[in-house]
């Protein structure tokens, strides 16, 4: 097969060494006769799987003791109503922050259990900025506040951190980071809750990770399942039923592949330079268009559109041709995005940036 680079905004490119990695170890694992997807999640084997994982993320991210990390099942969208059934602890409203598809999503999840405040919102824009903090308007007796760091199908990310403490106290600060977690070193404390689905950033699809401040589990809204419930998992070190275990595995060695990469401080700064890559291209050029505000561009998700729509299918045809796939727009917002996630090369956005160079000069 030729070598392609794969811009899926997800399920998403893994580090080719961590499938080598897993081809290796798929029939036999460290010895053990079995295959990861076979051993009990009870048993010794598994146990070590999952405690590294956990040890391992808690080190990359440097998660403070007084913080619980779930491994969970039901995808970054059970997390939209697994925040509110948890985290209302009898409140009655929780504030949102409206910037794009997935904000909305879990505001109308959020609707069935609680009254919403939009605290800010960039709908006005149709979702090409982040709006600055001085403009969200927040509720002190809201049981918390909700926003999604990185918008992955507008492309819209929050280069800063909101500071709660500024305006109203101890409300917890809740965060849907699928698609932008381990890009970038992180600073939990700043959170009540972080949660990010495994297949943009950390792994394939089927897991999903939530990292809670212990204080504020114990709650739940009445009628809540007991899967739903927090504090089960965690109480269980998620180990209630059944985790996704070979999803946790691939998990744990995107995570080996991290730490021998420099971690997250190294991560920022090839993403960075990935990112950069594309801006820069759209600066130099009205060939291809970013309708995001500058300050406000993400660096995992690069959406984009050709001066002439009609060249789309053109486009991607010899993008494909030349291994580069996976570019097309999300559905909502149609033209192109590049995801170019930690495990995205740089010489795989350099390859792209050449071929829009030379399939602009085409069709100028
Ligand atoms: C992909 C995505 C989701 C949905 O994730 P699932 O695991 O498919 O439920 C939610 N929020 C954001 C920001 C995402 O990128």
């Known amino acids: 097969m030729e070598h392609i680079f794969n811009f899926s905004a997800g399920p998403a490119i893994l580090p080719a060494e961590v499938l080598q990695q897993a081809r290796d170890e798929m029939l036999d694992w460290h010895g053990s006769g079995m295959s990861v997807m076979e051993m009990s999640h009870r048993g010794k084997e598994f146990m070590s799987i999952a405690a590294k994982v956990e040890a391992d993320l808690r080190e990359l991210a440097g998660i403070p003791d007084n913080y619980k990390v779930l491994f969970l099942s039901g995808g970054a969208s059970s997390q939209f109503a697994m925040v509110p059934m948890n985290l209302l602890r009898g409140k009655k409203s929780a504030d949102y922050v409206n910037t794009g598809e997935w904000s909305k999503k879990a505001i109308k999840e959020a609707k069935k259990y609680c009254a919403v405040n939009i605290s800010a919102s960039s709908e006005d824009t149709n979702f090409t900025y982040a709006p600055a903090q001085d403009k969200w308007m927040l509720d002190p007796a809201a049981a918390y506040v909700h926003y999604t760091p990185n918008e992955t199908i507008g492309g819209v990310e929050f280069n800063w951190v909101p500071d709660l403490s500024l305006v109203n106290g101890n409300v917890p600060l809740v965060a849907d980071m699928s698609s932008s977690i381990l890009s970038r070193p992180l600073d939990v404390t700043r959170f009540g809750l972080i949660y990010a689905g495994a297949q943009k950033n950390m792994g394939p699809a089927g897991l999903t990770i939530v990292i809670v401040r212990e204080d504020l589990l114990g709650t739940v809204v009445p009628g809540t399942p007991t899967m739903f419930d927090y504090k089960i ?92 796939i996976q570019l097309k727009g999300h559905r909502s917002v149609g033209g192109m995005r590049a995801s170019i996630y930690n495990a995205m090369p740089i010489e795989g956005v350099a390859a792209l940036v050449k071929f829009m160079k030379e399939f602009a000069s085409n069709h100028a």
């Open 233 to 324: 998992h965690a109480d269980n070190d998620s180990m209630y039923n059944t985790p996704p275990t070979y999803a946790m595995y691939i998990m744990g060695l995107v995570l080996e592949w991290l730490k021998r990469n420099g971690g997250l401080v190294a991560m920022e700064k090839i993403n960075i330079a990935k990112a950069g890559l594309l801006y820069d291209l759209f600066a130099a050029t009205d060939f291809y268009h970013c309708p995001v505000a500058e300050s406000d561009r993400s660096r995992m998700n690069v959406p984009f559109t050709l001066k002439d729509a009609a060249l789309d299918g053109v486009f991607l045809q010899q993008a494909q041709a030349r291994g580069l």
